[in-house]
């Protein structure tokens, strides 16, 4: 077993790298895509499974729809505290937006981000969120 782990087991490792590489893929990769990231978080809880579902979505959409399209996806899990951070390359080029408030203007999409993630931010070419389960993001209660 030499580097590459494609089981979604990730529960061995104290850190795991997973990487998917799309590029001069369409949006019509988004499902193949999403199928991707949920093996890669197998294991994870319900919730947690479906926050990264949400944010790694955006952030794949915003990437074909905005900035040129989608070339690289990882995904890293850490299991103590057990997070997940998300990170995209993209083909485009275009001025950093990592300011949520700046997202509500030109990004739609990272607005979801921003209120699932722990934290995220946005290059001119890469995009990335952390999402943890033992911090999860406000709700209205
Ligand atoms: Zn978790």
Do not use: K
């Amino acid at each position: 077993m030499v580097g590459h782990s494609g089981n979604g087991n990730g529960g061995q490792f104290p850190r795991l790298v997973l990487t998917l590489e799309v590029r001069g893929s369409t949006p019509a990769y988004l499902s193949p895509i999403r199928r991707w990231v949920a093996r890669a978080v197998a294991g994870l809880s319900e919730r947690h499974t479906a926050d990264v579902l949400l944010v790694a979505d955006e952030l794949a959409r915003d990437a074909y729809l905005h900035r040129g399209g989608l070339e690289v996806i990882r995904i890293i899990r850490r299991r103590h505290p057990c997070s997940v951070r998300i990170e995209v390359e993209c083909a485009g080029r275009r001025p950093a937006a990592s300011d949520p408030s700046r997202a509500a203007d030109d990004q739609p999409d990272l607005v979801v981000v921003g209120r699932t993630a722990r934290a995220w931010g946005a290059g001119a070419r890469t995009a990335w969120a952390e999402i943890s389960c033992e911090d999860p993001p406000a709700s209205p209660r």
